[in-house]
């Protein structure tokens, strides 16, 4: 499965993005979706993650509260809702994908064999 991230840019802290990530390529109804983030100078780190049957959503600490994880099967699409952004929310988003249980979740990098190419999301103070 290739998978596109998009909806990314600059905003000032305190606002909203919405990031997509569309899937092709696959039965994207049998695939489980995560998002990373990589701040500069960090190493990437989990977000939210969404199950291949949409009853199991988990988040980071980091993001809880504020984060929306979705999905639209219909669309092969997981959609990234972020509100009340903080600079510290800065860095390079990622959507992975991975064949799963049905309300199976992974928190890791390795436990996704798929990655898109991230989009960049830049919260100003």
């Known amino acids: 499965v290739q998978l596109q991230a998009s909806g990314g840019g600059l905003v000032q802290a305190g606002g909203s993005l919405r990031l997509s990530c569309a899937a092709s390529?696959?039965?994207?109804?049998?695939?489980?979706v995560g998002w990373f983030r990589q701040a500069p100078g960090k190493e990437r780190e989990f977000a939210a993650v969404?199950?291949?049957?949409?009853?199991?959503?988990s988040y980071a600490d980091s993001v809880k509260g504020r984060f929306t994880i979705s999905r639209d099967n219909s669309k092969n699409a997981v959609l990234l809702q972020m509100n009340s952004l903080k600079p510290e929310d800065t860095g390079i988003y990622y959507c992975?994908?991975?064949?799963?249980?049905?309300?199976?979740?992974?928190?890791?990098?390795?436990?996704?064999?798929?990655w898109g190419q991230g989009t960049l999301v830049t919260v100003s103070s």
């Open positions: 390529g696959g039965t994207f109804s049998t695939y489980a």
């Open positions: 992975a994908s991975r064949q799963g249980a049905l309300y199976g979740v992974y928190y890791t990098q390795s436990d996704y064999n798929y």
């Open positions: 969404i199950s291949r049957g949409t009853g199991r959503i």
